[in-house]
Structures are given as C-alpha cells and as structure tokens.
C-alpha cells in the first residue's frame, strides 16, 4: 500500500501559485519523498525529492515539514500545461539491495484553469 | 533528466498471441529497471523489479510466466506478455534507474489492446 495522502482534485488558476500537499506520517528516517506527475497517457515525468530539507529546481518547490510528516510541492507560476495527477512517493528500500521502487498512490489531479 | 525509451508506443494484438515491449534508456546505464501496469482512471500498479544479469522479482498477484521480463544489458529491459487475453490490455510503463542516481525515469508508456 502506498504510504502516502493526498488530496484527489485541486484546481489552480493559471499564472497562480500552486501548493500541493501530502501527508507521509509513517516516513522512516531513510526514506525520501519524491514527486512525478503523469500528464493523460504519458508515462510520469520526475519533479523533485527530497530528505529533510526543502529543495528548489527550475521546475518546483518542495517544502518539507521538520517532523518530516508531510510536505508540499509548489508550482510558482502554474500554467495549463501543468495539468496533471501529481504523485507524492515516499521511497522504498527493500532488501539487502537498494532497488528503490515506487509505489504510487492514487495521486492528486490539478487543473489549472484560464 | 535522463531519457528512457519505450517501444511500441501502442500495439494491438490478437488473444493467445504473444507480445514483446522494450525499454531502453538511452544516455544513462540503468542497473535497476521497473515494470508498470496501468488501468485506466487508476494509478500505477508495480509488477516488477529486475537487476542487469539477475531474475526479476515479481510483485504479488503478478505472474511471473504469464509476464516475462528480460534484463539482459544495462540499456535494455524487455516485458513479454504471454498469451494475451482481452483483461491484459492496459498502459504498461517502464522505469530505470542507475545505482547512483536516487531519482528512476520513466518511458512513455505502451498502449496494449488485446482483441
């Protein structure tokens, strides 16, 4: 089962900021929190991760919560090619290898609209 | 970010027949690579994990003689879907990723309708 939350709809108006947020409250100490999204019959597109810290990249935000619970990913400027079922992923290391799959929740459909 | 790449994008095929998909990353050596199955309106479903030169490891409920996986190479993964029927057809999508890296990258995705 996927260790995640998330809320399954948002909307967002174009050129706004938008925050989406996930709660991992079982996260483990070594576990990262990654997110995808998956625009309509694509395969997902990686975003951003992140351990403790909030990290930036030319894509997104990602804030972090300092118990690590649960955290937020933030689109600055959303535009309507944002449009898509945004996944929250705690990592998953099994085993004595580090194969690091990804278990996907349900994930959370934004549409940013004009 | 690095490049996988998936063929066929889409394929249609008569049931009882066999059908072979390719994932291959393209600027980067992949030693670990992840199948997909995807229904629609749902998430995706993990079916396997397979390491160059090493057997896959299947996820529970999933077949492993119905839905062969080949990992021969650090660029190519491949997943035969055996005997398809009507129920097998779905989005199925690969992801890789290199020792190195924390983030997997994922193909485009196959199309698979079985008639």
């Known amino acids: 089962d996927a260790k995640t939350t998330q809320p399954p709809s948002m909307d967002c108006a174009e050129g706004r900021a938008a925050n989406l947020p996930c709660n991992h409250s079982?996260?483990?100490?070594?576990?990262?929190v990654y997110w995808y999204r998956q625009i309509h019959s694509q395969g997902p597109q990686y975003i951003i991760h992140?351990?403790?810290n909030n990290e930036t990249n030319e894509m997104a935000s990602l804030i972090i919560t300092e118990d690590r619970k649960s955290s937020t990913l933030i689109l600055p400027h959303a535009t309507l090619r944002d449009t898509a079922v945004y996944y929250c992923?705690?990592?998953?290391?099994?085993?004595?290898?580090?194969?690091?799959?990804?278990?996907f929740g349900q994930g959370t459909t934004l549409q940013v609209k004009p | 970010g690095a490049v996988v790449s998936q063929h066929p994008s889409w394929v249609i095929c008569k049931s009882g027949t066999s059908v072979k998909i390719e994932c291959r990353s393209l600027?980067?050596?992949?030693?670990?690579m992840f199948w997909y199955r995807q229904f629609p309106k749902q998430s995706l479903m993990l079916m396997a994990t397979?390491?160059?030169?090493?057997?896959?490891?299947?996820e529970q409920g999933v077949e492993k003689d119905k839905f062969l996986i080949n990992h021969a190479s650090l660029t190519l993964s491949t997943l035969t879907v055996t005997s398809a029927h009507p129920e097998d057809s779905s989005f199925y999508i690969c992801?890789?990723?290199?020792?190195?890296?924390?983030?997997?990258?994922f193909g485009q995705g196959t199309r698979l309708t079985v008639v």
């Open positions: 600027d980067f050596q992949a030693t670990t």
């Open positions: 992923i705690v990592r998953v290391i099994t085993g004595s290898g580090n194969t690091g799959k990804l278990i």
């Open positions: 397979s390491n160059e030169g090493s057997k896959a490891t299947y």
């Open positions: 992140g351990l403790k």
């Open positions: 992801s890789a990723r290199h020792l190195m890296n924390t983030e997997a990258f």
């Open positions: 079982t996260i483990s100490g070594n576990e990262y």
